[in-house]
């Protein structure tokens, strides 16, 4: 009996939790009126530890990036309760896309190098047939050496946001920690990333699936269609 379909992460649920509820409590809610500047931030960071810990249980998967991910907001917590300046979460925003860049590069000594599992996976691609097809064409080693140069520019986006990351704190963390001024500007941080660093990820990203796909077709002389797994027919 094949196995059920993994479970699909709900986006909308993420960007609730991650961005809308957390930037809206920091901008919002922090105010000595209302919850104050401590209890804003530890409220703010209920929401995307919460949805983290709700998704785990929900879909039985992790990897070494949702990890890393929640290790940022724990450490965005601890800097904010301890009242750090904008110059430690500067430190912190650079120190984190350094490690994903590095995991993303020492990723490729392992069994599973890190772009592998995100897009040559069953769920996605029909690995048998692409396998054997590469094999009977005498491409697999070529096909080798595709992903790791796609994996090594991936390292490098995250490594080229993390002066990227530093700036934009500098730029925007200015007023004194532990005051709701402070509190807003962290939430307009979380906005600011989404247009200046997220996006641009999300293109690089973009464009390496597109480079593996049209070197997946050349190498193997399958199709798209070919290549990718149907969705599963609704019942």
Not at 207 to 223: A, I, P, Q
Request: aromatic fraction near 10%; include cysteine.
């Amino acid at each position: 009996m094949p196995n059920p379909p993994p479970k699909q992460e709900n986006l909308l649920l993420n960007i609730v939790c991650n961005i809308v509820l957390p930037t809206t409590v920091l901008m919002k809610l922090s105010t000595a009126e209302r919850l104050g500047p401590m209890w804003g931030l530890v409220v703010a960071l209920i929401f995307p530890i919460g949805y983290g810990a709700y998704d785990f249980v929900r879909r039985k998967k992790t990897n070494f990036l949702s990890i890393v991910g929640l290790l940022s907001v724990l450490l965005y917590g601890g800097l904010g309760l301890v009242k750090a300046d904008g110059f430690w979460f500067a430190v912190k925003d650079a120190a984190m896309s350094s490690l994903f860049g590095a995991a993303v590069l020492f990723s490729l000594r392992t069994k599973t190098p890190m772009l592998r599992e995100m897009f040559y996976n069953d769920q996605l691609v029909d690995v048998a047939r692409v396998d054997a097809t590469l094999a009977e064409r005498g491409q697999r080693d070529a096909f080798e050496k595709l992903l790791r140069r796609a994996t090594i520019w991936l390292a490098v986006s995250f490594l080229a946001s993390a002066p990227v990351n530093f700036a934009l704190a500098r730029y925007v963390l200015r007023a004194a920690p532990g005051t709701p001024e402070f509190n807003a500007q962290l939430g307009r941080m979380h906005l600011l990333v989404w247009p200046v660093i997220v996006v641009p990820s999300m293109i690089v990203v973009t464009f390496l699936f597109w480079k593996l796909v049209t070197g997946l077709t050349r190498l193997t002389g399958l199709t798209v269609d070919e290549i990718f797994r149907s969705p599963p027919e609704k019942k």
